[in-house]
């Protein structure tokens, strides 16, 4: 099954696999340079420019393990909608975010809760350290982190995947790479002890419209226990939408977070 244009994976490896400069790895006799990885996820990336998809979500942590249905809407550069349903069709809550503000609606409390899009903000959300940006690439298949455009620390491989490692202040982050598509599998973040504390899967890749983009997708912190899982049963790109909307109710409780 195709998942990336094969004629640019090849005019890549030769037009940059003998850049002295950049380090290289050969795994089944292909040889690579982060510079081929990282044009070639950019490219996937940018062919996405809006999303629709809906599916499960799976949380498990010690203390519960839930799940549920979620619709999602993704508008690049800057609104992703999602809607959470529970068991029985329960509607759980919805969240509108955008590069400035959000709006998370907690139907179950008809509660709308306010606040700017801060990295503080989004961790009490999510229970995840990410950027606005970090959450609009994980579900577009995951891209390399702001610092890790350059050539990486060291280029390896593991596993039968190529893994460039990159080092910065709190520790290390490991990107590995398919071999057959130069797409990113998987991302693990290191402490500065070397302890794995969060890793972003990204799973059963298929081919849309020229973008490859996973059906499942992962994130578990290994320190605090955490697993969130998302499984897409469908998924469109690049469709036409109307500007992205949330529904509240006029009497919903109204807090703002700073």
Known sequence: MKRVDGIIVAFLVVLLGGCASAPTANLAGKAITPEIVQRIVKVNRERVQSLNGSGTITVESPELTQSGSFELMLHK????????EGPFGIHVGSVLLTRTDFLFYNSLENQLITGSVSPANLNRMFRINLTFDEVLNLFTGGSFLAGDGND???LVVEDNQFVLIYGHGAGKRRYWIDPG???ISKVQHLDTKGKLVLEERFEKFRELDGASLPRHIRITQHQARRLVAVAFSSLAINTSGVPLVLDVPTNAERVRWR
């Open 77 to 84: 550069p800057d609104s992703i909608l999602v809607k959470i």
């Open 181 to 183: 598509t130069l797409l």
């Open 152 to 154: 990486p620390d060291s």
